[in-house]
């Protein structure tokens, strides 16, 4: 079992960035995979970046270039830098973590990119 608490959500403009972080409760190096969700309003919740333990991140083609995952291992926490910020990237993001066929979610950070 393992809980996950998003932050650093909030309002930003279009072309700022965000970062995001996801605590976990117990390590992340005992989980296969972490990653990071997100739904926009009146949307389905699609995967924007995952990370495998130990590997390389996997990106949506729509935020390639522009956000980053990183997990901090000795902190337990996964990282989502979002730069260059779109309107279309506003939404309620999403940590996940998977172990094995199970799977943990945080509740969601909303995340708002306006003028």
């Known amino acids: 079992q393992v809980q996950l608490v998003e932050s650093g959500g909030g309002l930003v403009q279009p072309g700022g960035s965000l970062s995001l972080s996801c605590a976990a409760s117990r390590g992340i190096f005992s989980m296969d995979d972490m990653g990071w969700y997100r739904q926009a309003p009146g949307k389905q919740r699609e995967l924007v970046a995952s990370i495998p333990t130990g590997r390389a991140p996997n990106y949506s083609d729509s935020v390639k270039g522009r956000f980053t995952i990183t997990t901090d291992n000795a902190k337990n926490t996964v990282y989502l830098q979002m730069n260059s910020l779109k309107l279309e990237d506003t939404g309620t993001y999403y940590c996940?973590?998977?172990?094995?066929?199970?799977?943990?979610w945080g509740k969601g950070t909303l995340v708002t990119v306006s003028s």
């Open positions: 996940k973590a998977r172990k094995y066929a199970i799977n943990y």
